[in-house]
């Protein structure tokens, strides 16, 4: 641990991220930077780097304090870092739902349609089970 921490690791245990391959998976996006520069999962960490993550619309900036590749525990994980984030923004639930994907399905799943129920209650009659 010497030369640093790796970024994933770090943002794991400082519980940025629940995983360490989400937090991979944030770095391979462009989600996050470290001293203004797009960040690897790979990269070193050290003790002063500057580490911002997008999340949704809400961007985090930590300053990195101390250096752990190990997990510890939900109290003891704000020490390895100084929060200089903005607070969280505050939805209002119309604006929650409309920020949400929106739902589609492919064609033949989930409820039949007309004409399937159709063909399941002509083989409902005759006897045969539908397939």
């Known amino acids: 641990m010497a030369d640093g921490v790796r970024l994933d690791k770090?943002?794991?245990v400082a519980r940025v991220f629940k995983?360490?391959?989400?937090a991979k998976r944030a770095c391979d996006?462009?989600?996050v930077t470290v001293n203004g520069l797009d960040a690897k999962a790979h990269k070193q960490l050290a003790l002063g780097d500057r580490v911002e993550v997008e999340l949704g619309d809400w961007r985090r900036v930590l300053v990195v304090k101390e250096l752990r590749d190990?997990?510890?525990?939900?109290a003891?994980?704000?020490?390895?870092?100084?929060?200089?984030?903005?607070p969280r923004p505050r939805l209002?639930?119309?604006?929650r739902l409309m920020r949400?994907?929106?739902v589609t399905r492919e064609r033949g799943r989930g409820r039949p349609s007309k004409?399937?129920?159709?063909?399941?209650?002509r083989w409902r009659r005759r006897g045969a089970p539908p397939e």
């Not at 190990?70 to 939900?74: D, E, F, N, Y």
């Not at 209002?92 to 604006?95: G, V």
């Open 70 to 74: 190990r997990p510890l525990k939900k």
């Open 29 to 31: 996006l462009g989600r």
């Open 10 to 12: 770090w943002l794991m």
């Open 92 to 95: 209002d639930a119309l604006e």
């Open 76 to 86: 003891e994980a704000p020490r390895l870092y100084d929060d200089q984030s903005p």
């Open 100 to 102: 949400r994907a929106q």
């Open 19 to 22: 995983t360490r391959s989400l």
């Open 115 to 121: 004409k399937e129920r159709r063909e399941l209650e």
